[in-house]
């Protein structure tokens, strides 16, 4: 039906897209578009859609978090040649258990709320909205970031479901 957005248990169906959801876990399961009869997701990837990630320095694998990514030589850097290791171990770690995962119906369509408990942070809350009148997807991550001083970086992953597909940097 056009403009109406259907709820489950475990799925959000807009005109557009239709979102299936374990909820006990908050793993997102699929993500279909409707409009193009394409599975979005890439199922078997390890990581599923908008997963929180915080990747570290490997510590079991380098004895110095820091001089595995940047192994200083100052003759080098002083001519201009970068000293960046673009081939340290890293460690990557998902959030570690959904404490919360709902649907929130509004006017405009629907959202799913997840709440976690992730490395890195003191809190997460992750919402993903679709709407009845338009084919976007909304998402949106609130944190605590912990005060970490070694080096990190926290991300979250989409993996696609693309055959082909061309990525330009600038």
Partial sequence: ENGVVK???????????RLEFDGKTGRILSLFDKTRDWQMLDQNSEWT?????????????HEDNRKALFPRDVEMCNNSISCWNHHWSALRSGAHKNTECQVEKHDSGATLVLKWEAPGVDWLEQRITFFAQKPEIEFV???KKQDIRTPEGIYF???LNLKTWKAKFD
Avoid: G
């Fill in 7 to 17: 709820i489950t248990d475990s799925s959000i169906e807009s005109p557009y897209h």
């Fill in 49 to 61: 859609l908008f997963q929180y990630v915080q990747e570290k320095v490997d510590s079991l694998k």
């Fill in 141 to 143: 991550a609130n944190l």
């Fill in 157 to 159: 992953t989409f993996p």
